[in-house]
């Protein structure tokens, strides 16, 4: 008997809960409520050890990768993919426990008993949204179409066990054609669920899908227009004579193309209007500051900068380039006065992340920045609107968006991912990476048949001197640079190489710009990033004559 209640309760909590997450997306879309498993999603990473959290990363990096899926473009995807089946599972979980306290009743009092457990699951749900949620309405209003709608999730599902139970209990009573009779009805019923379970879920998710797209098209027109407040240089070494090999990556990333990685399912967005910095601890002038403050108050400063992010492999594409814009720290930390013991900035984020800033490493750098603008005009709501912090020579790990507010303090506290076992300086590791071997387009020059091979390579601020290239374990080979839009950019390399037919491996390596080269050791990008030598093979037929 309790097999078989097992097997009901998850069936029931299946037909019941996958309506529910449906209903709940079109909300989110369509209403601006929140949606409930990416909530909850963001609560159970926060409270798992650190260890956990890293390990379910590499996993589902190295299944993207063997996948042969680009991690940048769909490492958030896959974990919202894995946000919706936990819930489910949750909720087929948690069926099993209601109608399993429900059958150990086998009374009339079961409905009561449903409802009370429903709340009993409501109220741990609706303090997640509560903690969790970022809803466009008023939170109260959110709190509450969140606690309603799991009342009558454990109501509907306590009304279709009570009915399914009825029929078991009076078909022991009835005569061998009324038990097929109602085996026949209690299909029917279970037909009838699922065909409305089914329906909801499409009818809901596609609308959602729809609304959800609608609202991108309408972002994207709104940024296209007014919000272009500033204006981009040309790149600086647009006459440079060495050109990329056909398929190097490019050089100036767009910015919808830019990776994209935050701790949260979705991005945090923050309304200008509404935001100010506050900037208090260990100072003699605390300070509020707004965005039109920050904008138009400091001398703004531009810098080509190439983040790179701390998980990413040999190669990897969470690796992109553009113009930042902002004011310089020192600025702003002038203005508040720091006072002589003060040793640290603790930087509180919109979406629950925070890091600490030594003060002497903003004393020895003018170029660390709070950042307002990215490719000309203002941070992008993905990449930390209003603001966000650049350190050079440091993974974006330790570079806080969507900034709310400094302490400036004499205490150290470990940032977000340093807490969780990563590097507590996360400097970048220079590496260098084989974008093309660029076989169709071969070439002849000096009577010499030539494949360009290119790539990038970067090692923060600390420049990159020389980049070499190797054929099947042979010589290191030396090749041309382009000049990098910055001291903090990656480089574009160029090598043409002697045609040779046959199966060919080939080797890149750099080195930074006082001749220190990168490490060639293999190791993994837990806790300081990844090292290594990234090689690519390629076939060559014989060519014409």
């Known amino acids: 008997m309790l097999k078989r209640s097992i097997k009901l309760g998850g069936l029931l909590g299946a037909l019941i809960t996958t309506p529910v997450l449906a209903i709940m997306g079109l909300a989110a879309t369509w209403l601006g409520f929140t949606f409930v498993p990416f909530a909850f999603f963001n609560w159970f990473t926060r409270i798992l050890p650190g260890p956990i959290v890293t390990f379910g990363i590499d996993m589902m990096i190295e299944a993207l990768r063997f996948l042969g899926i680009d991690v940048a473009d769909a490492a958030k995807t896959a974990e919202q993919v894995a946000a919706i089946v936990m819930f489910l599972a949750l909720g087929i979980l948690l069926s ?7 059958d150990s009743l086998r009374s009339k009092a079961n409905l009561l008993a449903g409802l009370i457990i429903s709340a009993i699951v409501a109220v741990p749900i609706t303090l997640i949204v509560f903690l969790h949620g970022q809803p466009s309405v008023p939170v109260t209003l959110d709190l509450l179409w969140s606690f309603i709608l799991f009342i009558i999730w454990g109501t509907t599902l306590a009304l279709s066990y009570r009915r399914l139970r009825t029929h078991d209990e009076e078909i022991t009573e009835q005569t061998l054609e009324n038990r097929a009779l109602e085996r026949i009805d209690r299909r029917q019923f279970l037909i009838t669920l699922g065909v409305g379970s089914a329906s909801i879920t499409v009818i809901g998710a596609g609308l959602a899908g729809v609304l959800s797209r609608q609202e991108r098209s309408r972002a994207q027109v709104s940024k296209s227009g007014a919000d272009q407040v500033y204006q ?15 398929g190097t990556r490019l050089e100036y990333t767009p910015l919808e193309d830019h990776y994209k990685v935050f701790i949260q399912l979705e991005s945090t967005v923050i309304g200008e209007e509404s935001w100010t910095l506050p900037i208090q601890g260990l100072v003699d002038n605390p300070l509020t500051l707004t965005l039109d403050d920050l904008r138009n108050n400091y001398p ?14 040999i190669p990897t594409t969470l690796i992109s380039t553009t113009l930042w814009t902002g004011v310089s720290l020192q600025e702003i930390l002038a203005e508040a006065k720091v006072r002589p013991e003060a040793r640290y900035l603790h930087i509180s984020s919109g979406d629950g992340f925070y890091e600490t800033v030594d003060l002497e490493l903003i004393e020895s750098d003018e170029r660390i920045m709070l950042c307002y603008a990215w490719d000309g005009k203002p941070l992008p709501e993905d990449h930390g609107f209003p603001l966000r912090i650049w350190i050079p020579d440091r993974f974006g790990m330790k570079q806080p968006k969507w900034i709310t507010g400094i302490e400036v303090s004499d205490e150290y506290v470990p940032g977000y991912w340093v807490e969780r076992g990563w590097d507590e300086v996360a400097r970048v590791r220079a590496r260098s990476v084989i974008d093309t071997v660029a076989v169709d387009h071969i070439h002849e020059r000096d009577g010499q048949t030539l494949v360009p091979i290119g790539g990038i390579a970067f090692s923060g601020a600390r420049e ?23 001291e903090t950019t ?11 037919s046959g ?6 390596r750099c080195f930074e710009g006082d001749g220190v080269p990168q490490i060639v050791e293999d190791r993994s990008p837990r806790p300081s990033g990844a090292t290594g030598i990234h090689s690519r093979s390629e076939r060559f037929p014989p060519r014409d004559t």
């Open 300 to 313: 703004s400063r531009d810098q080509y900068v190439t983040l790179s992010c701390i998980s990413g492999r």
């Open 232 to 246: 981009i240089p040309s790149l600086p070494n647009v006459n440079d004579p060495v050109k990329p090999a056909p």
């Open 503 to 508: 199966a060919h491996t080939f080797q890149v």
């Open 464 to 486: 990159t001197s020389r980049v070499e290239v190797s054929v099947d374990g042979g010589s290191w080979q030396e090749a041309q640079l382009r000049t990098p839009l910055s």
């Open 96 to 102: 099993v426990i209601l109608t399993a306290v429900l």
């Open 490 to 500: 990656w480089v574009i390399w160029r090598y043409d190489w002697p045609f040779e």
